[in-house]
């Protein structure tokens, strides 16, 4: 499969046409960003270990009945995908407080949540990516219904409890995640995007030493250390 013109690019994969209309070129960048790209750098190999991570988590969801857009891996940093409309709502999932959760709703950080709670962003830079509750999905037709929405609940619930019991055994906390999703030529919904320590929050069950994004934001060390770390536990 061979590269064609640029499709789209963002802040973390630019995406292209390949000879074939229904699939795409997904390459994963070195670019770093946090705050809606407020703080912005590069780590070079960043996008080769996120491609990695994320084609292995993806084949692991595959196995255990999750449809995704992931068709293979093509090198080190190129991944052969089907081409999905993204539907513009992201899916994140929590089960420890951090971040947002505690400067919103005052939750102590570190709590672990009684159950894994799932939210709806509007996948919108311009405005910030602002929360949303199920009738703001439906009033901006983000979704064709409200079923759409209860299976994105679904999907995210039963991704985070596949995930979650794959890094216990690495000795990892999955503290919460971020997940898109895209329908097909078929009308399916599937994952899409990617799974990374870009879009994760993983702290090391032994220690609470942080080994995602938050190394960048927080200025912690070294991102492809912290990275390297978590491509090594995905591959025991």
Known sequence: ??????????????????????????????????????????????????CKISTQLFELLEKHGI????????????????????IMIEVVVRNIATGSLTKRLGVEDGT????????????????????LNDEHCIMMDLVKSESDLKELKRLGREINSILKMFFVKRRLNLVDFKVEFGVDNRGNILLADEISPDSCRFWDMDTNEKLDKDVFRQNLGNVKVAYQEILNRVLK
Do not use: R
Not at 113 to 127: I, M, T
């Open 1 to 50: 499969m061979i590269k064609q013109e640029l499709l789209h690019e963002g802040k973390a994969k630019v995406l292209y046409k390949t000879q074939d209309k229904n699939l795409l070129i997904s390459e994963f960048k070195d670019d770093l960003t946090a705050g809606n790209a407020a703080k912005k750098g590069n780590e070079k190999g960043k996008g080769i270990l996120n």
């Open 67 to 86: 449809k995704t857009h992931l068709v293979k891996m093509l090198n080190d940093n190129h991944q052969l995908i089907k081409k999905v409309d993204i």
């Open 112 to 131: 672990v949540l009684p159950f894994a709670l799932v939210e709806f962003y509007y996948k919108e830079d311009a405005l910030n990516d602002p929360i």
